[in-house]
């Protein structure tokens, strides 16, 4: 038996592995202005930078077919990325495309999917250049990489909050977790009785929030035109917490959020307590929102005060402060990330 040790994936988490696997890279061009660690890698083109992400998503472990139609798929599959390029304060400009497919995708669904993704390009204005297509001997795994530009002093990285910089967030949150949740239960109802029709009509918006997120790039065009360029910056992919303490790893502080300052649509709240589960609990750990979390100086809170989307949570503080929530009672308690787990 050999004695090499054996470390589980699971033991170091996504962005522990990411840390471990990338600790030796070095970079050869000139042009490579920040690699891995941020939502987007960042190139020197010159006049302006050029901004990178790729992300993948897999079938039985993002998505489930049974309850995500092709369409919504494909829009989902291109929306997830703009949002990255988003959280880089960038304009995206064009995307890649590349899928595994096993033979059970006729080219009428693939039509379908590609239907999704053609009409996520049209309402992001991203053109559509490339990819590649091979075989998978299960489902369906797609993976995405988008390209945008930003003037070298409009990029906003996850590293640049100040102490005593606002923290703010846009649209509400937890509303695609809780989706989530009303389609997972309709699917086991369905696999207990397949004479049954799903129950949504009483879902819309956060069924919605679920199948079909949308970037804000609405919110990076609305600051510049308010001359506002948050000092850091990222997307809620996996969970308010979880991202607030990306931002203070990155940025070097700890933070306070508000929990009456929460933003949390109405009916989120409402199915949130038909499911027992605790409303703040979704906002916090929920994930797949796509919103924006940034900070700002404080001198730019009256330029954003009355943005009816843009909401302000918290602010950052001293490192030794920690990170921590600020209950409607006014107790103060120790923040906790239990967002989503990739492994």
Same mark, same amino acid.
């Given at each position: 038996?050999?004695?090499?040790?054996?470390?589980?994936?699971?033991?170091?988490?996504?962005?522990?592995?990411?840390?471990?696997?990338?600790?030796?890279?070095?970079?050869?061009?000139?042009?490579?202005?920040?690699?891995?660690?941020?939502?987007?890698?960042?190139?020197?083109?010159?006049?302006?930078?050029?901004?990178?992400?790729? !992300?993948? %998503?897999?079938?039985?472990?993002?998505?489930?077919?049974? =309850? /995500?139609? @092709?369409?919504? #798929?494909?829009?989902?599959?291109?929306?997830?990325?703009?949002?990255?390029?988003?959280?880089?304060?960038?304009?995206?400009?064009?995307?890649?495309?590349?899928?595994?497919?096993?033979?059970?995708?006729?080219?009428?669904?693939?039509?379908?999917?590609?239907?999704?993704?053609?009409?996520?390009?049209?309402?992001?204005?991203?053109?559509?250049?490339?990819?590649?297509?091979?075989?998978?001997?299960?489902?369906?795994?797609?993976?995405?990489?988008?390209?945008?530009?930003?003037?070298?002093?409009?990029?906003?990285?996850?590293?640049?909050?100040?102490?005593? !910089?606002? %923290?703010?967030?846009?649209?509400?949150?937890?509303?695609? =977790? /809780?989706? @989530?949740?009303? #389609?997972?239960?309709?699917?086991?109802?369905?696999?207990?009785?397949?004479?049954?029709?799903?129950?949504?009509?009483?879902?819309?918006?956060?069924?919605?929030?679920?199948?079909?997120?949308?970037?804000?790039?609405?919110?990076?065009?609305?600051?510049?035109?308010?001359?506002?360029?948050?000092?850091?910056?990222?997307?809620?992919?996996?969970?308010?917490?979880?991202?607030?303490?990306?931002?203070?790893?990155?940025?070097?502080?700890?933070?306070?959020?508000?929990?009456?300052?929460?933003?949390?649509?109405?009916?989120?709240?409402?199915?949130?307590?038909?499911?027992?589960?605790?409303?703040?609990?979704?906002?916090?750990?929920?994930?797949?929102?796509?919103?924006? #979390?940034?900070?700002?100086?404080?001198?730019?809170?009256?330029?954003?005060?009355?943005?009816?989307?843009?909401?302000?949570?918290?602010?950052?503080?001293?490192?030794?402060?920690?990170?921590?929530?600020?209950?409607?009672?006014?107790?103060?308690?120790?923040?906790?990330?239990?967002?989503?787990?990739?492994?």
């Amino acid at each position: 038996m050999s004695d090499e040790k054996r470390t589980e994936v699971g033991e170091l988490g996504e962005f522990g592995l990411i840390d471990h696997l990338s600790k030796e890279i070095k970079f050869y061009n000139e042009k490579t202005v920040k690699g891995i660690g941020d939502d987007a890698a960042v190139m020197d083109l010159g006049d302006e930078y050029l901004v990178t992400t790729t !992300d993948m %998503l897999v079938e039985g472990i993002h998505f489930d077919l049974s =309850y /995500i139609p @092709l369409k919504h #798929l494909g829009y989902k599959a291109i929306a997830v990325n703009v949002s990255d390029i988003a959280a880089m304060n960038a304009t995206p400009q064009q995307v890649t495309v590349s899928l595994a497919l096993s033979n059970r995708f006729s080219v009428e669904a693939l039509e379908v999917l590609y239907e999704g993704i053609r009409l996520a390009c049209e309402d992001y204005r991203v053109d559509f250049v490339g990819g590649d297509t091979t075989a998978s001997r299960s489902g369906i795994v797609i993976s995405v990489t988008a390209l945008g530009t930003v003037a070298k002093d409009k990029i906003t990285y996850r590293s640049g909050a100040g102490e005593g !910089d606002i %923290l703010c967030v846009t649209g509400d949150l937890g509303g695609a =977790y /809780i989706g @989530l949740q009303v #389609l997972e239960r309709e699917k086991q109802e369905f696999l207990g009785n397949p004479d049954m029709q799903p129950k949504l009509d009483n879902y819309p918006y956060v069924v919605g929030r679920q199948l079909k997120p949308m970037a804000r790039m609405n919110i990076v065009h609305e600051l510049a035109e308010l001359g506002v360029v948050p000092t850091s910056m990222m997307d809620v992919s996996d969970g308010l917490a979880s991202e607030v303490f990306h931002l203070c790893k990155h940025s070097g502080l700890g933070a306070a959020i508000y929990e009456d300052k929460l933003p949390i649509d109405k009916e989120t709240y409402e199915t949130a307590a038909e499911f027992s589960i605790d409303p703040n609990t979704c906002a916090l750990n929920g994930g797949e929102d796509y919103e924006l #979390l940034f900070t700002l100086k404080q001198e730019d809170f009256d330029k954003i005060k009355n943005h009816s989307d843009i909401h302000t949570i918290g602010y950052m503080q001293s490192a030794d402060k920690g990170k921590v929530m600020v209950t409607r009672g006014g107790n103060t308690i120790s923040l906790q990330a239990q967002g989503w787990k990739h492994f």
